[in-house]
């Protein structure tokens, strides 16, 4: 018998503790300087100019109460996500996500790039302060993945082995370089980098399938992914679901926390609700995103 999803926030533990899991790894979480928070929750109280449906942001608290929400729901591991949308912001953002992921142990150490010369450095010197995971934003930044500047980045990060978290989908909206033929295009370049593909990649979720079927290294977020929210703008056509489902092992929770505009238990109540089975969702909560990140129980 399936374990039942939660009800709510506060029925968070019962429903991971019930699967047998020692608690959540998320892979999309995001920490930022607090004037970057601040612009990005102001861009949100905007969302109906921009998407055409309200996007009020759940956790819009400050940075102490939200590690407090994460503490009690049990997420163990999570990273910071920083993303810059023009030059000369990845270093300073990749220092701020450093200092918070000294004080914070639960944090995964952060780091992001941008196409601009000294791209190749800002990798390497986030790689020798054993950054875990990197960010890149292609709809915010405006940039093609396939930028010449980053050319020696991706030839670093793909002997390195370390995983991207990629928002490259056309959803919530479309860029001039989203989509995937962009990031087509760089894993034929780079066919052995580790990308986590942010929200399944929304909308064009069989295209990000087909790759993560055809790259080994390429994984999903779960992002916003099967929520209420997300199905009545950009639904998931239920005829991919044995295709998600045999894509287990390189599923990851991601639930883009704070900035969601429900409750955390809707994203798990939404994988829960596909019906993929109890071993799916072990996989997906916990067993993926501790290998790929090396989080002990």
């Not at 109906?48 to 939200?66: C, D, I, K, N, S």
């Not at 810059?84 to 450093?98: I, Q, T």
């Not at 030839?155 to 995937?180: F, K, N, Q, W």
């Not at 505009?261 to 829960?272: N, R, V």
Request: with cysteine; proline share 11%.
């Amino acid at each position: 018998m399936s374990v039942p999803p939660p009800v709510d926030d506060d029925d968070v533990p019962r429903f991971w503790r019930a699967l047998g899991l020692p608690g959540l790894v998320d892979v999309h979480v995001h920490f930022l300087p607090p004037r970057v928070q601040e612009k990005v929750w102001a861009y949100f109280e905007a969302a109906e100019t921009h998407y055409g449906a309200a996007w009020p942001v759940h956790y819009a608290l400050p940075e102490h109460e939200r590690l407090a929400v994460l503490g009690r729901l049990g997420v163990r591991a999570f990273p910071t996500l920083p993303y810059p949308h023009k030059p000369g912001m990845a270093a300073w953002l990749n220092d701020w996500s450093a200092a918070f992921a000294d004080a914070h142990p639960q944090v995964l150490r952060s780091a992001t790039f941008f196409p601009e010369p000294e791209a190749p450095h800002h990798v390497a010197e986030a790689l020798a302060r054993g950054v875990r995971v990197f960010k890149v934003h292609v709809q915010v930044g405006g940039f093609d993945p396939r930028d010449p500047l980053l050319a020696p980045v991706w030839a670093r990060l793909e002997e390195a082995g370390t995983p991207v978290v990629i928002h490259c989908g056309s959803g919530p909206l479309a860029g001039e370089h989203t989509g995937p033929e962009p990031v087509t295009g760089l894993l034929e370049r780079h066919p052995r980098l580790c990308l986590v593909v942010a929200h399944l990649g929304m909308p064009e979720y069989a295209e990000f399938l087909d790759l993560a079927e055809r790259y080994e290294r390429v994984h999903l977020d779960t992002t916003m992914f099967a929520t209420g929210f997300t199905e009545r703008l950009m639904p998931f056509d239920p005829a991919l679901r044995p295709r998600l489902a045999a894509l287990g092992e390189k599923v990851l929770l991601g639930s883009d926390f704070p900035s969601i505009p429900y409750p955390y238990a809707e994203q798990l109540a939404a994988l829960s609700r596909l019906g993929l089975g109890d071993d799916w969702l072990r996989a997906v909560l916990w067993h993926n995103g501790a290998r790929l990140f090396r989080v002990a129980a």
